[in-house]
């Protein structure tokens, strides 16, 4: 059962402009949530995180919205560069469990 | 620092053969992950680890055997390849639980 969706296979913008990518979970157990940024043949790396008590987190041009009651969540890049061009990953985990759920990723293409 | 190292980088084998796949991670990281991902799939979870001497299996654990002897490694054993294991393995570690997780650069494995 796939508890963490991305239903946007890919997303292209325009540099400068807002890129905002979509994640979707089923498990209400969910508390602790994770974007992760992918370039080829290099591991995922750690971008931005979000706990369940708040409902944004900000760092630079990246911020995490958190929607519970929807259980959907939202990273939104501002301005778009071309090095943001990767995939992108969802994660989340809950509290009683110590595994780590990920999405099928978003592959963003920023276009100079 | 290194961080989260995974050896070899490439790998061929045959139907049947066998083979272990490696990571280290020089953080002191109590904890430690397995996961593969197919193409156009997100990361699935074979198996983790939250320290020394203690493993639990994920999403995806057949065919697959891990061991934790100590903090620094956690290999991934194959016993009998399939060409359903044909995937890229990444090894991820991390400190506590509500903590992001590092990842090494994976393995690109292919079974014929």
């Known amino acids: 059962d796939q508890q963490v969706k991305q239903n946007s296979p890919s997303l292209s913008v325009q540099e400068g402009r807002i890129s905002i990518l979509n994640c979707d979970y089923t498990?209400?157990?969910?508390?602790?949530f994770l974007w992760y940024k992918k370039y080829p043949a290099e591991g995922p790396t750690f971008l931005i995180s979000?706990?369940?008590?708040?409902d944004k987190n900000e760092d630079g041009r990246f911020t995490v919205f958190l929607n519970k009651s929807a259980k959907h969540l939202s990273l939104h890049i501002v301005p778009s560069q071309p090095g943001d061009s990767a995939v992108y990953f969802c994660?989340?985990?809950?509290?009683?469990?110590?595994?780590?759920?990920f999405g099928a990723g978003t592959r963003l293409t920023v276009k100079p | 620092n290194a961080g989260v190292t995974q050896t070899p980088k490439f790998r061929i084998l045959k139907i049947g053969q066998s083979m272990t796949l490696q990571c280290t991670q020089d953080?002191?990281?109590?904890?430690m992950y397995w996961y593969r991902q197919d193409p156009g799939m997100g990361l699935k979870l074979i198996y983790y680890?939250?320290?020394?001497?203690?493993?639990d299996k994920g999403e995806v654990p057949n065919g697959y055997n891990v061991s934790r002897s100590t903090t620094e490694d956690f290999p991934l054993r194959l016993e009998l390849a399939a060409p359903s294991q044909t995937s890229v393995y990444f090894c991820a570690s991390k400190e506590q639980r509500d903590q992001p997780q590092h990842f090494g650069d994976g393995t690109r494995l292919s079974i014929l």
């Open positions: 979000i706990s369940s008590i708040k």
């Open positions: 994660a989340a985990s809950a509290r009683n469990n110590n595994d780590m759920r």
């Open positions: 680890s939250v320290g020394a001497g203690i493993t």
């Open positions: 953080m002191n990281h109590n904890y």
């Open positions: 498990n209400s157990m969910f508390d602790y």
